[in-house]
């Protein structure tokens, strides 16, 4: 079920290291900026336990958000998140501002379903090799995916899916294959695990021996 974000801003007009800290400290808010979209930037403040919660919910990073300021909202999406190195602390966000008329680039989750009953899996002792867990994709706002599924049903033994192999939503492109097919990167792979390969290998040479003897 899709899920609504709205962040609520206010107007930022001290800016700087020190200002910064101040606003973490004494208000605990962290600085961030609204940018794009044909106007200027626009430096502003968010509750930092607000957007802290918000980011547990895989979900916020592949939506459009609404951010309020002064009264107004603004749709964005969020470009980029700047942490503290050691402390579990936000420093910065970057929002890009989004319009229903322009494609943006966003980077989508990938959800593997029905990996444990995947035949290759459950009868046959596969492993799933995951490569990617993301991919970023290109679509109008209104078209932005919240995830994007892989059905592990159909994967064969030492078969691997590739982005080309993805089933997008109507309207959804993935960023990587616009390069050309050498950007055709592996997703997802089942492969039994090398100890049983070599027990494999062994039983093999064992059957070979035992046809000698005869």
């Known amino acids: 079920m899709s899920q609504d974000f709205v962040i609520e801003a206010f107007p930022r007009d001290d800016q700087g290291r020190g200002a910064s800290r101040r606003l ?32 547990e919910n895989e979900a916020f990073f592949s939506h459009i958000l609404t951010i309020e300021l002064g009264g107004k909202k603004e749709s964005v999406i969020l470009k980029d998140l700047q942490r503290h190195p050691y402390k579990p602390i936000l420093t910065h966000a970057d929002f890009l501002r989004v319009d229903k008329d322009h494609e943006i680039h966003v980077n989508v989750p990938l959800h593997f379903i029905n990996e444990d009953s995947a035949p290759a899996i459950k009868l046959h002792g596969g ?44 309207g959804v492109r993935v960023a990587a294959l616009l390069q050309g097919e050498d950007h055709d990167l592996p997703v997802v792979a089942i492969h039994k695990p090398r100890g049983a390969k070599a027990d494999d290998a062994e039983e093999g040479d064992e059957g070979e021996e035992g046809e000698d003897k005869e």
């Open 24 to 55: 973490r400290r004494e208000e605990r808010k962290i600085p961030a900026i609204i940018y794009g979209g044909g106007k200027d930037a626009t430096p502003v403040a968010i509750w930092h336990n607000e957007l802290k919660k918000a980011l």
């Open 127 to 170: 492993v799933a090799n995951h490569q990617i867990n993301e991919v970023e994709v290109i679509c109008l706002p209104q078209n932005l995916p919240e995830f994007i599924e892989v059905d592990m049903t159909t994967v064969e033994m030492d078969q691997v899916v590739h982005l080309s192999d993805l089933k997008l939503p109507k």
